[in-house]
């Protein structure tokens, strides 16, 4: 087969003859059921959830009251992708979202991959979820007097690391009374656990319940599933609304000062998280073929979904950081946390009761996405048949729903919630990416047929340079030190639990009676006494540099710090190519932006999710080169 045989390209056309040939292919059409506000509502149960219940918490400690800014931003990206998702979805009302954009688009290689990207990311999102929806209903039923045993409602993953971080931490004088609460509930899942041999019995068996069940939801069918949506979202909404209505009774706007603590880098610092409570967005446009009227009401559905949770957050943000100090927000459960401080204890019982609810609507509707895409590959051949199989009565992709059951069950018993939340960032931001670089691919091609919905054009040939050239002057006329640093790799000091849980015994004990001769005191405390140096960065540096161990595990310099930066030189490379590029082709701004805001924010994650990211696509690869690319209804003999 020739090379150019990867990258042949789907018509508009096909695909909507496809749909009509599935019957007699064995394939019966999905049922058609979601009208705009169904649609609105399915987004809104993806993205208000853990954002609001959690991250919000984390991100809202990191950059003070101006985190408004950075929901702001990831809306407004968020919002530029869409318009893209949605110019796509209107052209190509199918299910198969970013995948069968991109088949249109770019190709069948490039359709595969992306795919194969689509799939981790349901699957990567559904486990996240599962593993929050589990937290806080083993929360739900400690506050009723239930209490569960810590080795059945964490995963393997956090129990073991967080075992070896508390012995570090112990060994280095810390009592475990002292401990921070995951890390003591993550030491006794460990100590508790009953073993077969060396292994360790720790799975996470709420994740495991709420998945079965979401799962079969799905597989009931779209109606029920719409119906449970529908009143999920109206409950969260509601108790979200109440939060506002009597939190800003509560709000002293003393605690608004300053409203930017951390400036911008202390704003920026919670992107990822934020960004995964928005992208459920995306998922919406896996449902088209449910649609009645899929070219009007997807972009509607979208925009709205987004515009609608922007206002919330930003709303709940300003009160929470307003009842309380932002300093005091880096907890598990933000809301119920400051409702309690203002002994307001029934409406943090309500809050809880509706942060459940709110998790399970979430991956109800991820857990919607992730069959549909396996159904679009499998319909054009990428996967074996049987991944298409449509139930004669529920009209769901039935094979693919249990499928996906299991592949999310099972990693919900054993992995981390900290490493599926970046994987699924970046597949997500990887799709983003595309789908846009797909809207301008397109955007000077006359034979392709046009839906209802197209972006609005604003021609980015002069105004694209402008903006690289005020990035440039912002980054080196107003934050000039951490370009600097940044370009010149600059040896950076390890935090304090980060040199302490390096150390080894003999280490520890050196490391103990300097900090203790230094400070003058008895306390043994290792991280307490390299902590209260941390806030002056002077005096920390000092201090590290006098510790009695080596450098490595001081500082962090050479390839071990560059290596982290190789997203972000990606990233400014790739923003000259564009440049160029929007020159050269007069492309459209809109979907331009939200290309370099995602490929922005893929830069923000860590280069590990990106090597993990790397390994996942080469898997892919190895599929598609043993079996899809044979099996691809495109696939044409050659002589």
């Known amino acids: 087969m020739a090379l150019k045989g990867l990258f042949r390209k789907k018509t508009v056309q096909d695909i909507l003859k496809q749909v ?67 110019e796509f979805a209107s052209m190509v009302p199918v299910s198969g979202s970013a995948y069968t954009y991109s088949y249109v688009a770019f190709g069948e290689l490039i359709a595969w991959i992306i795919g194969w990207a689509l799939i981790m990311e349901y699957a990567v999102g559904n486990i996240t979820v599962a593993i929050s929806w589990s937290d806080y209903f083993t929360g739900l039923l400690q506050s009723g007097g239930i209490t569960l045993p810590q080795w059945v409602q964490m995963d393997y993953l956090t129990a073991s690391n967080g075992f070896k971080d508390a012995t570090a931490l112990m060994q280095g004088g810390k009592s475990f009374e002292n401990l921070s609460a995951a890390t003591q509930a993550a030491y006794t899942a460990w100590t508790t656990s009953p073993t077969i041999g060396s292994f360790h019995l720790v799975a996470d068996l709420p994740a495991l319940l709420i998945i079965i069940l979401i799962t079969a939801l799905v597989y009931r069918g779209m109606k029920e599933s719409r119906n449970a949506s529908n009143l999920m979202v109206a409950i969260k909404v509601c108790v979200v609304l109440l939060v506002i209505a009597v939190g800003i009774f509560y709000v002293d706007t003393a605690n608004w000062s300053p409203f930017a603590p951390n400036g911008v880098s202390g704003v920026l610092k919670g992107v990822s998280a934020v960004f995964f409570a928005y992208i459920g967005f995306d998922a919406i446009s896996t449902t088209a073929e449910e649609c009645k009227d899929p070219q009007r009401d997807l972009p509607k559905g979208m925009m709205w979904a987004i515009i609608i949770c922007t206002l919330l957050y930003i709303a709940i943000a300003l009160v929470l950081t307003g009842m309380v100090s932002y300093n005091q927000l880096n907890v598990g459960d933000p809301l119920a946390f400051v409702f309690e401080k203002l002994d307001l204890k029934w409406l943090s019982g309500i809050i809880a009761v509706s942060a459940v609810v709110a998790m399970a609507s979430v991956l109800l ?58 994987l699924c960032s970046i597949g997500t931001l990887f799709a983003f990416v595309l789908v846009c670089a797909g809207v301008l691919s397109l955007q000077n091609k006359t034979d392709i047929p046009r839906g209802k919905f197209k972006t609005p054009y604003v021609n980015s040939k002069f105004i694209m340079p402008i903006l690289l050239i005020v990035g440039l002057v912002f980054a080196f006329g107003f934050n000039e030190k951490a370009t600097m640093d940044f370009i010149t790799n600059k040896t950076q000091v390890n935090e304090p639990s980060s040199i302490v849980t390096s150390l ?123 079996f899809s690319r044979k099996n691809s209804k495109l696939n044409t003999k050659t002589v």
Not at 382 to 390: G, N
Request: charged share 15%.
């Open 504 to 626: 080894n015994q003999e280490e520890t004990q050196k490391v103990s009676e300097y900090l203790v001769a230094l400070e003058g005191a008895a306390s043994s405390d290792l991280e307490s006494l390299l902590s209260k140096h941390a806030e002056d960065e002077v005096k920390y540096a000092e201090v590290v540099a006098g510790l009695p161990v080596s450098d490595a595990i001081k500082y962090e310099s050479g390839f071990n710090l560059f290596k982290h930066k190789i997203p972000m030189w990606i990233f400014l490379f790739s923003l000259i190519g564009l440049c160029v590029w929007a020159y050269k082709q007069n492309l459209s701004l809109i979907p331009l932006l939200g290309l370099i805001c995602c490929l922005y924010m893929m830069a923000e994650l860590s280069v590990w999710n990106w090597i993990y990211f790397g390994v996942w696509l080469l898997i892919g690869l190895v599929i598609y080169f043993s």
């Open 365 to 422: 509707v991820f857990q919607m996405g992730q069959p549909r895409i396996w159904m679009s590959m499998s319909r054009d051949g990428l996967l074996p048949k049987k991944f298409s199989t449509v139930h004669p009565k529920f009209k769901t992709p039935s094979f693919a729903t249990i499928v996906t059951g299991f592949v999310v069950a099972v990693p919900a018993l054993f992995l981390n919630l900290t490493m599926v939340t970046d």
């Open 20 to 86: 009509e040939k599935n019957n007699l292919e064995g394939h019966e059409a999905l049922g058609k059921h979601l009208t705009a506000r169904d649609l609105t509502a399915f987004g809104i149960a993806a993205i208000v959830g853990a954002g609001i219940f959690s991250t919000i918490g984390k991100a809202s400690a990191d950059g003070g009251p101006a985190v408004i800014f950075l929901f702001l931003f990831t809306a407004v990206a968020c919002s530029f992708a869409a318009f893209a998702y949605a």
